[in-house]
């Protein structure tokens, strides 16, 4: 257990919950939430603000939970700087379902580098009496909160074995019941950089994770959850990685299935 900050506190966020369901809003990414020596912020990274983006609307749509069903982050092209944009929106509300989309662009330009679609789903259970949209004052993401040491090592991710990491559920990365989807996220990332070659070291990343698939299946029970990351094919500079995250401790129970890609540094 540690005494950090809830890592949503250093996401940098500025945003507003518009009337028509869209997600404005901004961050000021900090280094240590982007690819080692890069201003590209880990696509896990993204993922997190998107998941926020569209899972706040969609819970407000809802008056109820909505968890994560599934997420889609694609990153096609190289910021120029690490702070960014973004804009979401719900491009179907069900009774049941609700898919959104969020764009995501370099502070002070125009054109789009990545792209998150994500699904949501109801629960039985009701919003807490008095429950409301946050906003950016939330004490959740304000004051920003300062990430001393890259992300992957305040989330305590640590190596089983090459191309498996794992985490345990602390308070700083859980979203109340289970590790945060962007975390999981992080976790997958990870493991694809392993299975890619690179050490755990905030040195070693020599791979940048360009698109991750993820469904999410099932929360952590018991602990930790590990990532397994499978390159399926490794040519023309790209590389296809098939990821099984399952809860350790509950008999490797499904958590999350993902399929990535990734590209060398150098490449991207």
């Not at 969609?58 to 092209?77: E, K, N, Q, Y």
């Not at 679609?117 to 906003?135: C, I, L, N, Q, S």
């Not at 008999?251 to 540094?265: E, F, G, N, S």
Request: charged share 20%; hydrophobic share 45%.
């Amino acid at each position: 257990m540690t005494d950090h900050p809830h890592f949503f506190s250093q996401l940098g966020f500025d945003f507003e919950v518009l009337p028509d369901d869209r997600f404005v809003g901004s961050a000021r990414v900090q280094p240590n939430l982007c690819v080692p020596g890069t201003v590209i912020p880990r696509p896990s990274m993204l993922a997190t603000y998107a998941d926020i983006a569209i899972g706040f609307p969609a819970a407000h749509r809802f008056t109820f939970p909505a968890p994560t069903l599934d997420l889609s982050m694609h990153v096609f092209r190289t910021p120029s700087i690490a702070d960014l944009t973004m804009e979401a929106k719900l491009v179907k509300i069900g009774r049941r379902v609700i898919v959104g989309e969020c764009w995501f662009t370099a502070a002070g330009e125009d054109d789009p580098y990545a792209v998150c679609v994500a699904t949501f789903f109801t629960t039985a259970d009701p919003m807490p009496e008095g429950w409301r949209t946050p906003t950016a004052d939330n004490p959740m993401f304000s004051p920003t909160q300062d990430l001393p040491e890259p992300i992957a090592a305040r989330a305590g991710i640590v190596a089983h074995a090459p191309g498996s990491v794992e985490i345990s559920l602390q308070p700083h990365i859980s979203n109340g019941t289970t590790v945060q989807g962007g975390i999981v996220a992080l976790l997958v990332e990870r493991a694809c950089e392993s299975a890619l070659g690179d050490e755990l070291a905030p040195a070693g990343a020599s791979h940048v994770v360009t698109g991750m698939d993820l469904r999410y299946l099932s929360g952590l029970r018991v602990g930790p959850a590990r990532a397994t990351a499978r390159v399926l094919r490794s040519d023309d500079g790209s590389s296809h990685l098939w990821v099984d995250v399952t809860d350790a401790g509950d008999d490797d129970r499904m958590m999350v299935h993902c399929l990535a890609t990734a590209r060398p540094l150098h490449a991207v």
